[in-house]
């Protein structure tokens, strides 16, 4: 049995999830379950799901909770037992949910009281102050061993993988040397957290003799296998995690072909009879539809111009600043702008960038920004625009899956050398790249990092210029690239591949004999 240990978990249904991570963890979990493998993922039940936007009449974006659809809630089987975890010193009593798709369930862990312990779950990544998120971890922690150690058994586990720092408490709880894997899914500091050794002691009983704990090397001390998500991300790594380099590999990111990939265009892949004109065909009737959901959100008239994407979470390293000042730079008639992607309410920064975004919308007929971008949304984005813009800072995106999805639909990527995109883009083949490559990371802010972005965005524009132009003046070199972007990324991008190397003994055999 395969076990998957994440602090979010991103479904077709329901909001328990923030961001990448989560999309990545629910990609794996819906292909275990197509493949037919015993797939278990433990996270936990957000009574409010992450954030959503409204805006002020200055233009203030306004963050409120998301409502769990009653359809998803439906879905989610209620277990008999009934856990009973001692966090600060009391009881918390948690429900366990689980939510299957044929062989694959993922367990939802509900606290039921007492209220300050309930409050822990209201709301993805948000809490009220540092010992309230240690503890979120430290449940999450203690309901999985003593859900494991009661329902599922230690010998029937083959595979026990920690998703990032939050998940790396585990170990401290439940003692199962060799099984742990530790899978590391960013760059920044932000993933890596460390919290007083006094949390630890009172929690755990450890008395660390730092005074501040990193989980990340809790997680990586007691683990037998480390992985990075991309070859970019290993070479960062190394030289942030040296002395655990000896447990160290990559297994690039990937995604659920089925749940990504426009299906006429899967089927022409598979039956080695994709074209350009069926190509042409799908993209045209998914520009119909999408032209329809943005109207959701602005009277649009785009004509024949290309539509030009940057959807993400919203964060500097990203540099959302490059599509911005691509809009004031490049004629409106000559390109139209999807802006989509929303921030952790208490990302100062991230909502300055939301205001210009939405400040783009109003000012510019040839802008529309999607604040509440979610898988939902995201269907339609990266399954229907012509270019994807994918700007982060050299070194500092772990992987991305994005410009995977945009690429088995034909979208080509406008992509920085970052990343799992420096495996798969061959420039001006498949997509085009653009900036300098880096290696290592680049403190942001610094006279170094402002140069650098100062040469990355005269090549951005340069590129994205050009390839405006093409798309305009020369579609059947635009298409021929958009057709190789389909042909060359699927393969490769495709959740068997990356759980046939993460699970290689019960992955192969299994897809073999089906």
């Given at each position: 049995?395969?076990?998957?240990?994440?602090?979010?978990?991103?479904?077709?249904?329901?909001?328990?999830?923030?961001?990448?991570?989560g999309?990545?963890?629910?990609?794996?979990?819906y292909?275990?379950?197509?493949?037919?493998?015993?797939?278990?993922?433990?996270?936990?039940?957000?009574?409010?799901?992450?954030?959503?936007?409204?805006?002020?009449?200055?233009?203030?974006?306004?963050?409120?909770?998301?409502?769990?659809?009653?359809?998803?809630?439906?879905?989610?089987?209620?277990?008999?037992?009934?856990?009973?975890?001692?966090?600060?010193?009391?009881?918390?009593?948690?429900?366990?949910?689980?939510?299957?798709?044929?062989?694959?369930?993922?367990?939802?862990?509900?606290?039921?009281?007492?209220?300050?312990?309930?409050?822990?779950?209201?709301?993805?990544?948000?809490?009220?102050?540092e010992?309230?998120?240690?503890?979120?971890?430290?449940?999450?922690?203690?309901?999985?061993?003593?859900?494991?150690k009661?329902?599922?058994?230690?010998?029937q586990?083959?595979?026990?993988?920690?998703?990032?720092?939050?998940?790396?408490?585990?170990?401290?709880?439940?003692?199962?040397?060799?099984?742990?894997?530790?899978?590391?899914?960013?760059?920044?500091?932000?993933?890596?957290?460390?919290?007083?050794?006094?949390?630890?002691?009172?929690?755990?009983?450890?008395?660390?003799i730092?005074?501040?704990v990193?989980?990340?090397?809790?997680?990586?001390?007691?683990?037998?296998?480390?992985?990075?998500?991309?070859?970019?991300?290993?070479?960062?790594?190394?030289?942030?995690?040296?002395?655990?380099?000896?447990?160290?590999?990559?297994?690039?990111?990937?995604?659920?072909i089925?749940?990504?990939?426009?299906?006429?265009?899967?089927?022409?892949?598979?039956?080695?009879?994709?074209?350009?004109?069926?190509?042409?065909?799908?993209?045209?009737?998914?520009?119909?539809?999408?032209?329809?959901?943005?109207?959701?959100?602005?009277?649009?008239?785009?004509?024949d111009?290309?539509?030009?994407?940057?959807?993400?979470?919203?964060?500097?390293?990203?540099?959302?600043?490059?599509?911005l000042?691509?809009?004031?730079?490049?004629?409106?008639?000559?390109?139209?702008?999807?802006?989509?992607?929303?921030?952790?309410?208490?990302?100062?920064?991230?909502?300055?960038?939301?205001?210009?975004?939405?400040?783009?919308?109003?000012?510019?007929?040839?802008v529309?920004?999607?604040?509440?971008?979610?898988?939902?949304?995201?269907?339609?984005?990266?399954?229907?625009?012509?270019?994807?813009?994918?700007?982060?800072?050299?070194?500092?995106?772990?992987?991305?899956?994005?410009?995977?999805?945009?690429?088995?639909?034909?979208?080509p990527?406008?992509?920085?050398?970052?990343?799992?995109?420096?495996?798969?883009?061959?420039?001006?083949?498949?997509?085009?790249?653009?900036?300098?490559?880096?290696?290592?990371?680049?403190?942001?802010?610094?006279?170094?990092?402002?140069?650098?972005?100062?040469?990355?965005?005269?090549?951005?524009?340069?590129?994205?210029?050009?390839?405006?132009?093409?798309?305009?003046?020369?579609?059947?070199?635009?298409?021929?690239?958009?057709?190789?972007?389909?042909?060359?990324?699927?393969?490769r991008?495709?959740?068997?591949?990356?759980?046939?190397?993460?699970?290689?003994?019960?992955?192969?055999?299994?897809?073999?004999?089906?």
């Open positions: 049995m395969i076990i998957s240990v994440t602090p979010e978990l991103a479904l077709d249904e329901g909001y328990t999830y923030a961001g990448g991570l999309v990545l963890e629910g990609d794996k979990f292909c275990a379950a197509k493949l037919g493998i015993p797939y278990k993922t433990f996270t936990l039940f957000y009574r409010e799901g992450y954030v959503d936007y409204e805006f002020d009449e200055r233009g203030n974006p306004r963050a409120k909770p998301q409502t769990q659809p009653p359809e998803f809630l439906k879905k989610l089987s209620r277990e008999q037992e009934t856990l009973t975890i001692r966090l600060r010193g009391e009881e918390v009593k948690a429900e366990v949910h689980k939510y299957k798709v044929g062989g694959a369930e993922a367990v939802f862990f509900r606290i039921t009281e007492p209220q300050w312990a309930v409050k822990l779950l209201n709301r993805v990544y948000l809490w009220e102050n010992e309230d998120k240690f503890l979120t971890y430290a449940f999450l922690a203690k309901a999985t061993a003593e859900y494991i009661n329902y599922v058994g230690v010998a586990i083959d595979y026990l993988d920690l998703q990032e720092a939050y998940a790396c408490m585990l170990p401290l709880e439940l003692k199962i040397p060799g099984k742990y894997r530790v899978v590391v899914h960013t760059a920044g500091s932000w993933g890596h957290p460390s919290f007083p050794r006094s949390y630890f002691e009172r929690e755990f009983g450890y008395k660390f730092s005074h501040e990193s989980l990340t090397e809790i997680g990586l001390s007691t683990a037998r296998e480390a992985f990075t998500v991309s070859a970019k991300h290993f070479d960062v790594m190394s030289n942030v995690i040296p002395h655990h380099m000896d447990k160290l590999r990559y297994i690039t990111n990937g995604i659920e089925d749940r990504w990939m426009n299906p006429d265009l899967k089927a022409g892949f598979e039956k080695g009879n994709l074209t350009t004109d069926l190509l042409a065909n799908v993209k045209e009737a998914n520009r119909k539809r999408f032209i329809k959901f943005l109207k959701q959100y602005k009277d649009v008239d785009i004509g111009r290309p539509i030009v994407t940057w959807s993400r979470r919203i964060v500097p390293y990203k540099r959302p600043e490059f599509v000042k691509a809009i004031n730079e490049i004629p409106s008639d000559q390109v139209f702008f999807v802006l989509g992607g929303k921030v952790h309410p208490q990302d100062m920064s991230g909502l300055e960038y939301m205001k210009s975004f939405r400040r783009m919308h109003q000012e510019h007929e040839n529309v920004y999607v604040p509440n971008y979610d898988v939902t949304a995201a269907k339609q984005v990266l399954t229907a625009s012509d270019l994807l813009l994918f700007t982060p800072f050299s070194g500092w995106e772990a992987c991305g899956t994005s410009y995977m999805k945009s690429g088995v639909n034909g979208v990527i406008l992509s920085s050398h970052d990343g799992g995109a420096v495996e798969l883009i061959v420039d001006g083949v498949n997509s085009w790249f653009f900036g300098r490559k880096l290696k290592g990371l680049v403190e942001l802010g610094g006279k170094t990092a402002d140069d650098i972005n100062a040469y990355d965005y005269t090549d951005f524009k340069k590129q994205l210029v050009n390839i405006i132009s093409m798309y305009r003046n020369d579609p059947e070199k635009y298409y021929k690239v958009a057709l190789n972007a389909v042909t060359t990324f699927t393969l991008v495709d959740m068997q591949r990356t759980l046939r190397e993460y699970y290689p003994d019960i992955v192969k055999t299994r897809h073999q004999a089906m």
